[in-house]
C-alpha cells in the first residue's frame, strides 16, 4: 500500500493546483474561525464565544470546516480527471499495475488528506477552547470530539462522491461542471419536490448534516433560558426532517462504500 501511496505522491507532490487548493481550505478555515471567534455580542447569558469554548468548539469547528468541504471535492475531480486526461492510468497499467492498485493509491491519498483535516480540525479546537473557556475541567475538553471521526466521514463522503463523477465523465470540467450543478442547484430542487421522510437521505443533504450548526441551547448560561428554548424547539422540530446523528454517520458511511465501489467496477471494466 505504501508503494501506491509512494506513486500517488509523485504525481502531485509538485502539481501547484494540489497544494493551492489546500492551502485556500486550511487557509479559509483558519481565517474564518479567528473572524468568528473575535465577535463580541452577546445578550442576557448568552455570549457568541460560549461557541467556542468545550466541549461545544468541537460542533463549531467542525461546522466551520464543513464549509469548504466543496474545496476538496473539487480538488478530487481535478486530480482524478487530470489521471483520465493525460492518460495516466493507461500508462500505469502499460507499466505493470492492476487496476485495483490505481483505486487503492488514490483512496490512500484522499485518506490522508482527510486525516489532515481532522488534524487541523482537532489542532483549532483545542486552541480556540483553551483560549475561551473560562475554566477548564477535563472532562469537558474531550466530551464531543467526537466531531473529529464525523468530520473525517464527512471529508471522506465528498471525496468519494467526487471521485465517481470523475471515473464516470473521465473529463475534468464535465465533472466539476456537472457535480456543481448537482450541488446546486439540482438536489436542493430534487429535495424541494420530494417528501420529507425520503429527502433525507439525499447524499448531499445526508453528508452536510453530519456536522449541523451548534446549538444555541447549548451556548446559553441561563438554566430557565435553556429550557425555554428546550421546549420551543422540540415543538418546531419535524421527526422527519433529519436522522438522528448516529444515523447520519451510518448511512452517510454506505453512500461512501456506495461510490467506491461504483467507481470500482466502472475503473475495473471500462476502457481507461
Excluded at 133 to 155: M, N
Excluded at 202 to 208: R, T, V
Aim: overall charge neutral.
Amino acid at each position: 500500500m505504501i508503494k501506491y501511496f509512494a506513486i500517488e505522491w509523485e504525481k502531485y507532490r509538485n502539481y501547484t493546483t494540489f497544494w493551492v487548493m489546500l492551502t485556500l481550505f486550511a487557509g479559509l478555515f483558519v481565517i474564518t474561525i479567528a473572524v468568528a471567534a473575535g465577535f463580541q455580542i452577546s445578550f442576557g447569558e448568552f455570549d457568541v464565544r460560549n461557541f467556542f469554548k468545550f466541549p461545544l468548539v468541537w460542533n463549531t469547528v467542525a461546522w466551520f470546516a464543513s464549509w469548504f468541504n466543496l474545496l476538496l471535492a473539487i480538488l478530487a475531480i481535478i486530480i482524478t480527471g487530470n489521471d483520465f486526461s493525460w492518460k495516466i492510468y493507461r500508462q500505469n497499467i502499460i507499466d505493470g499495475l492492476e487496476r485495483t492498485h490505481l483505486l487503492t493509491g488514490k483512496y490512500i491519498l484522499f485518506t490522508a488528506i482527510g486525516l489532515g483535516v481532522m488534524v487541523l480540525v482537532m489542532l483549532v479546537s483545542l486552541v480556540c477552547g483553551f483560549i475561551y473557556t473560562d475554566k477548564i475541567v477535563f472532562a469537558d475538553i474531550f466530551s464531543k470530539s467526537y466531531y473529529l471521526i464525523i468530520c473525517f466521514v464527512q471529508s471522506m463522503s465528498y471525496m468519494s462522491m467526487a471521485f465517481f463523477a470523475a471515473v464516470l465523465f473521465r473529463n475534468t470540467s464535465m465533472a466539476l461542471v456537472l457535480f456543481i450543478v448537482y450541488f446546486f442547484p439540482l438536489e436542493p430542487i430534487l429535495r424541494f419536490m420530494t417528501p420529507d421522510h425520503i429527502d433525507k437521505f439525499f447524499p448531499l443533504k445526508l453528508i452536510s448534516d453530519l456536522t449541523p450548526y451548534p446549538s444555541i441551547v447549548d451556548a446559553t448560561n441561563d438554566p430557565a433560558m435553556k429550557a425555554a428554548m428546550e421546549n420551543q424547539l422540540s415543538q418546531m422540530k419535524s421527526d422527519d426532517s433529519t436522522l438522528s446523528l448516529g444515523w447520519a454517520v451510518l448511512v452517510s458511511f454506505g453512500w461512501w462504500m456506495v461510490f467506491s465501489v461504483s467507481s470500482f467496477f466502472m475503473m475495473k471494466n471500462r476502457n481507461l
